[in-house]
């Protein structure tokens, strides 16, 4: 208890005196204070929604099932060769077909018909997806059989909530659409929105009921017509990327047959060149992809080397080869910690406690080496200290059921609390050269002694912590992309429950995302503790509103299932080139307080916005 007092009036004390003086600066230059703020602010706010537009356009997987094995086919899209591609190849282990999306009327129980966003789907269109229903069932095989004689309809979990109240009755109501008579049979899982991006259905139903429900000309009977997009997965040892022999030939055979013997010459010489070919599909289908990805890619870019213009036309030494040095240096911390808290924050959760406990595994180990201990086990130990204490954040949210933010903010009271305690509040100094070798040596750096008997380094190298925090971004991001594990977090994220159902260990995945985050905190803490050469207990102070400031601007949103390692690595450079460009140009501390929590509450203002209209 007295630990968590001291620990408790240090942090109280320290922001009531932050505080205090950032009002104290506001009143002596309040106009300039205003301006600074808010065009920082509102710079760091357009570049969170151009970096969350690109990510949903281009980067975000689709919400399913291991979305790494889907493939678009391209193939013309006629009907008949849709069917010859699920009867006669092996080439697929699953396939289905989308007839794209009709704004049609429905009318629900003889209420004025309102204009529906409906998908025309193969019956196999859910389970190739791997798509559960949230409630009664998705559609089968069977419903593409006979045209006009499975009147059935899946609704979207908006939809659900938005025009009936999550009424768990739903099953079985009747709606009509363009006056056709269609059972609602199930309601697709949250968070599921088709396989086009920007393009969010209300109601999916067979493409058997397509003469039923749209109006004009019943495609299922016009076989020459390109008019359906193909999506499946295939067998192992299939590549996944350009022309498909096996399928060419069922292809090229199977428009023979539409287009019979009375087709022109024209028509057959495109016939003989014909090749079907496979594109990865995990991102989706999106038009705005292609029409507007390389234009965000650019912005992007844009709005970095525009900050970089400022900043150097305000100071001419940002772009010196030191002060890019003292950046890369600088934001390894911020990015070790913007790590942990993307992959905490995709599950839905947060962690409040990695200031605190980089402290106190940097403490740990610094005391281990006064004791005698080799560095190297010594700092070892001090990862170990942070995995501990994210294991036990873990257990507290997944085992005891209590709120992250509370089980979190427990732990940075706790871990300050021991990390004073051991140390008597004061520096562990006289670690040695050893200590600092990791966070102040390089890797090829080139120097020379001078004639007045002083090194002259020609080039500094790169950093230790630097190669650190690239491996640890590479690392990360395959985990996240590249594996079982990774997926199964984005999915406890986007609907635990549903994760669950599927046969996820939602508890575990939970439990591994704090263990991580009380790791990457202890690597912080070594690496840190290290550049010092001195143990400080009261280190890392308010660094995870930097971790979360730099994952928020990155495009993970707070509300789970969003995220991305390249965007926190994104986050954590813009943060850190926010604050070094404000200390060349003589911004006092408490402006540069000001503008992180500006650029904290805009970013996930606009996340907000986002989120709301993307619905």
């Known amino acids: 208890m007295i630990m968590l007092m001291r620990a408790w009036e240090f942090t109280a004390d320290g922001v009531r005196q932050d505080m205090r003086y950032a009002v104290r600066s506001l009143r002596k230059s309040p106009a300039f204070t205003t301006v600074a703020a808010l065009t920082l602010a509102l710079a760091i706010g357009g570049t969170t929604a151009i970096f969350s537009l690109l990510d949903a356009t281009m980067l975000r997987s689709l919400p399913v099932r291991q979305p790494e094995q889907l493939v678009v086919v391209r193939a013309g899209g006629l009907y008949p060769v849709y069917q010859a591609f699920q009867s006669q190849t092996d080439v697929f282990d699953q396939l289905c077909a989308m007839g794209g999306v009709n704004a049609l009327d429905v009318d629900i129980q003889g209420t004025t018909p309102e204009r529906t966003s409906v998908s025309l789907v193969s019956g196999s269109y859910f389970t190739t997806l791997g798509v559960p229903a949230a409630l009664g069932r998705t559609f089968t095989d069977d419903e593409d059989r006979t045209p006009g004689a499975h009147p059935a309809a899946v609704i979207s979990d908006g939809y659900w909530q938005r025009r009936f109240a999550r009424d768990p009755a739903i099953l079985n109501r009747i709606i009509r659409i363009n006056g056709t008579a269609i059972s609602i049979v199930g309601v697709a899982q949250s968070g599921f929105f088709g396989e086009e991006v920007g393009v969010a259905p209300d109601l999916w139903v067979p493409l058997s009921m397509y003469g039923q429900v749209v109006p004009g000309r019943n495609l299922l009977e016009s076989p020459g017509t390109g008019w359906l997009r193909m999506i499946g997965r295939v067998h192992d040892g299939v590549r996944v990327?350009?022309?498909?022999?096996?399928?060419?030939?069922?292809?090229?055979?199977?428009?023979?047959?539409?287009?019979?013997?009375?087709?022109?010459?024209?028509?057959?010489?495109?016939?003989?060149?014909?090749?079907?070919?496979?594109?990865?599909?995990?991102?989706?289908?999106?038009?705005?992809?292609?029409?507007?990805?390389?234009?965000?890619?650019?912005?992007?870019?844009?709005?970095?080397?525009?900050?970089?213009?400022?900043?150097?036309?305000?100071?001419?030494?940002?772009?010196?080869?030191?002060?890019?040095?003292?950046?890369?240096?600088?934001?390894?911390?911020?990015?070790?910690?913007?790590?942990?808290?993307?992959?905490?924050?995709?599950?839905?959760?947060?962690?409040?406690?990695?200031?605190?406990?980089?402290?106190?595994?940097?403490?740990?180990?610094?005391?281990?080496?006064?004791?005698?201990?080799?560095?190297?086990?010594?700092?070892?130990?001090?990862?170990?200290?942070?995995?501990?204490?994210?294991?036990?954040?873990?257990?507290?949210?997944?085992?005891?059921?209590?709120?992250?933010?509370?089980?979190?903010?427990?732990?940075?009271?706790?871990?300050?609390?021991?990390?004073?305690?051991?140390?008597?509040?004061?520096?562990?100094?006289?670690?040695?050269?050893?200590?600092?070798?990791?966070?102040?040596?390089?890797?090829?750096?080139?120097?020379?002694?001078?004639?007045?008997?002083?090194?002259?380094?020609?080039?500094?190298?790169?950093?230790?912590?630097?190669?650190?925090?690239?491996?640890?971004?590479?690392?990360?991001?395959?985990?996240?992309?590249?594996?079982?594990?990774?997926?199964?977090?984005?999915?406890?994220?986007?609907?635990?429950?549903?994760?669950?159902?599927?046969?996820?260990?939602?508890?575990?995945?939970?439990?591994?995302?704090?263990?991580?985050?009380?790791?990457?905190?202890?690597?912080?803490?070594?690496?840190?503790?290290?550049?010092?050469?001195?143990?400080?207990?009261?280190?890392?102070?308010?660094?995870?509103?930097?971790?979360?400031?730099?994952?928020?601007?990155?495009?993970?949103?707070?509300?789970?299932?969003?995220?991305?390692?390249?965007?926190?690595?994104?986050?954590?450079?813009?943060?850190?080139?926010?604050?070094?460009?404000?200390?060349?140009?003589?911004f006092e501390s408490a402006y540069k307080d000001m503008v992180v929590g500006a650029v904290l509450v805009t970013a996930v203002w606009l996340d907000q916005v986002y989120r709301t209209r993307l619905k």
């Open 241 to 586: 990327t350009g022309p498909q022999p096996v399928l060419t030939r069922v292809f090229q055979r199977t428009l023979g047959e539409v287009f019979g013997p009375s087709a022109s010459d024209d028509v057959r010489r495109d016939i003989a060149t014909a090749t079907v070919t496979l594109e990865p599909a995990a991102t989706g289908i999106s038009s705005l992809r292609t029409r507007f990805g390389r234009p965000l890619q650019l912005l992007m870019g844009g709005v970095v080397v525009l900050l970089v213009i400022a900043f150097s036309l305000a100071s001419s030494a940002f772009l010196s080869v030191d002060n890019l040095m003292t950046v890369s240096l600088q934001v390894t911390s911020i990015a070790y910690l913007g790590v942990a808290a993307t992959c905490v924050i995709i599950t839905g959760g947060i962690d409040l406690s990695v200031g605190s406990v980089l402290a106190l595994a940097g403490v740990g180990a610094a005391l281990l080496v006064k004791l005698g201990v080799p560095v190297p086990a010594a700092m070892l130990c001090g990862v170990f200290i942070g995995a501990l204490c994210g294991l036990v954040n873990g257990i507290c949210v997944t085992r005891m059921g209590l709120p992250p933010f509370i089980a979190t903010l427990g732990m940075m009271l706790v871990a300050r609390g021991v990390a004073l305690q051991i140390t008597g509040a004061r520096p562990v100094s006289d670690l040695g050269d050893a200590f600092g070798a990791l966070g102040n040596g390089a890797l090829f750096r080139i120097s020379r002694i001078g004639a007045d008997g002083f090194p002259n380094t020609t080039f500094p190298g790169i950093p230790y912590p630097v190669i650190i925090m690239v491996v640890l971004f590479v690392g990360v991001s395959v985990l996240l992309s590249k594996t079982s594990l990774g997926r199964h977090i984005y999915a406890v994220g986007s609907n635990a429950e549903a994760a669950r159902l599927s046969g996820v260990n939602v508890q575990g995945v939970k439990l591994f995302t704090y263990v991580l985050s009380g790791a990457l905190a202890g690597v912080t803490g070594c690496v840190l503790m290290s550049r010092l050469v001195t143990g400080q207990p009261n280190e890392g102070v308010m660094y995870e509103l930097d971790a979360i400031a730099s994952s928020v601007i990155g495009g993970t949103s707070l509300a789970g299932g969003i995220g991305t390692i390249y965007g926190a690595m994104l986050g954590a450079l813009l943060m850190q080139s926010l604050q070094s460009g404000m200390t060349l140009l003589n």
